[in-house]
C-alpha cells in the first residue's frame, strides 16, 4: 500500500485563491518532500521539510509537518492558472523515497 | 548539463519480449532510482541504487532487473514484458535527498 495519501485527489480554485493539500503517511520519516507534476511530465521537486522542522515556506508555497499525526500540508497562496498540475508528497524512509497518490489542482483564470 | 536522460521516449513491446530502458546523469549523484506511474496510483519505486556497483529492491521490483556499473548510468531490464508493466517509467537522481527527474518513457506491452 501507498505510504503518503493526498488529500483531496482533485482541487478546482479561481485565480487568486489559496490552494491547501493535506498528505498523510504511515511510518517515521527522515524527511518529507513535495512535488509538482505537469501533464505528461517529469516530476519537480518543490520543497523538502525535515522531520525535526515543523514549518518551511518558499516563495507562494507554505509546508507543514505534524509528526505526531503523521501528516503534512502544501499551501499555494495566491495561486495562478500557471499553477494547474499534479502535486505529490514524498517521504523518506531510510533510504528509499516514497510518493504518495497526489492531488491534480486545476486554477481556473 | 543535460542533466537525467531517459531512452526511449516512447516503446511499444509484445508479452515475452525483453528491452532496456537507458536512464543516464551527468551531475556526478550517487543516488539512482525507477519508478513507475501508473493511473491513480502515484509513483511506486522498482528499484534504487546508492552508488556503483550497490543495487536495491524498491515496492515494485517483479519483473525488472536494474544494474549500476558507473555513476553516469543506471539502465532498468525487462527480462519478460508483460501487459500489467504498461505504465510510463521514470528515472531520478538525487542530491541531498532532492530528486531530479527525467522525462520518462512511455511503455505499452501489448
Known amino acids: 500500500s501507498q505510504q503518503g495519501e493526498e488529500d483531496p485527489q482533485a482541487l478546482s480554485i479561481q485565480e487568486g485563491e489559496n490552494a491547501t493539500m493535506n498528505c498523510s503517511y504511515k511510518t517515521s520519516i527522515n524527511n518529507l518532500q513535495w512535488y509538482r507534476q505537469n501533464s505528461g511530465r517529469g516530476l519537480v521537486h518543490l520543497i523538502l521539510?525535515?522531520?525535526?522542522?515543523r514549518e518551511k515556506h518558499s516563495g507562494r508555497l507554505r509546508v507543514t509537518l505534524d509528526t505526531s499525526k503523521k501528516s503534512s500540508s502544501l499551501l499555494i497562496t495566491a495561486s495562478r492558472a500557471a499553477d494547474t498540475a499534479s502535486y505529490f508528497c514524498?517521504?523518506?524512509?531510510?533510504?528509499?523515497?516514497?510518493f504518495g497518490t497526489g492531488t491534480r489542482l486545476q486554477v481556473f483564470p | 548539463n543535460a542533466g537525467v536522460t531517459q531512452t526511449p521516449k516512447f516503446q511499444v513491446l509484445k508479452t515475452g519480449q525483453s528491452m532496456t530502458l537507458q536512464c543516464a546523469q551527468d551531475?556526478?549523484?550517487?543516488?539512482m532510482s525507477w519508478y513507475r506511474q501508473d493511473p491513480g496510483m502515484g509513483l511506486r519505486l522498482i528499484h534504487y541504487s546508492v552508488g556503483a556497483g550497490i543495487t536495491d529492491q524498491g515496492e515494485v521490483p517483479n519483473g525488472y532487473n536494474v544494474s549500476r556499473s558507473t555513476t553516469e548510468d543506471f539502465p532498468l531490464r525487462l527480462l519478460s514484458a508483460a501487459p500489467s508493466q504498461t505504465s510510463v517509467y521514470f528515472c531520478?537522481?538525487?542530491?541531498?535527498?532532492?530528486?531530479?527527474f527525467g522525462p520518462g518513457t512511455r511503455l505499452t506491452v501489448l
Open positions: 514524498a517521504t523518506a524512509v531510510t533510504d528509499k523515497l516514497i
Open positions: 521539510i525535515r522531520s525535526n522542522e
Open positions: 551531475m556526478n549523484h550517487e543516488y
Open positions: 531520478a537522481s538525487s542530491y541531498l535527498g532532492k530528486q531530479f
